[in-house]
């Protein structure tokens, strides 16, 4: 009778458990986006990523027609360190910067570039003691 009771109690703390971590997991994910996690998104548009950094998620959102990505890094880079590195990258690779703020002093730093009518933002600061990284894709 004890062994069972003592199972019963396992099995209830399992159970629990797993209903806490799959909670946990779950996001809110609005109408016509898809979410995925520590990866892109299915479709996410061909764009550079820093070897130091890493996905921490990205999402696709499709309204009317128009469709937007976002993509969220981290990485222990500096703000700025990651700034230059998406400006010289996409220069490289025939984008135009349209609009920067890229100072040193500043911590909270983004720019914004275009190519073949196709737009970009990304945005870099430090959260927590790491910089946080995203790249937006507009609706259009």
Same mark, same amino acid.
């Given at each position: !009778? &004890? %062994? ?12 629990? &458990?797993?209903?806490?971590?799959? =909670? ?8 016509? !986006? ?14 550079? =990523? ?10 696709? %959102? @499709?309204? =009317? ?17 990651? !700034?230059?590195?998406?400006?010289? %990258? ?5 984008? &135009? ?7 040193? !002093? ?21 959260? @927590?003691?790491? &910089? @946080?990284?995203?790249? @937006?894709?507009?609706? =259009?």
């Amino acid at each position: !009778m &004890t %062994k069972k009771i003592i199972l019963f109690f396992v099995f209830i703390s399992l159970v629990v &458990t797993a209903l806490i971590v799959t =909670q946990r997991n779950k996001t809110r994910v609005e109408p016509g !986006m898809t979410q995925a996690k520590g990866r892109l998104v299915d479709g996410f548009p061909t764009f550079p =990523q820093s070897s130091a950094s890493t996905i921490e998620n990205s999402y696709k %959102k @499709e309204d =009317q027609g128009n469709m937007g990505y976002q993509a969220y890094y981290s990485t222990e880079q500096t703000p700025h360190e990651v !700034m230059i590195w998406y400006k010289q %990258k996409l220069i490289s690779m025939g984008w &135009t910067i349209t609009d920067e703020a890229i100072d040193k !002093m500043v911590n909270d730093l983004y720019l914004s570039a275009e190519r073949n009518g196709e737009k970009v933002n990304v945005f870099s600061e430090t959260e @927590e003691g790491k &910089t @946080e990284i995203t790249v @937006e894709f507009p609706m =259009q």
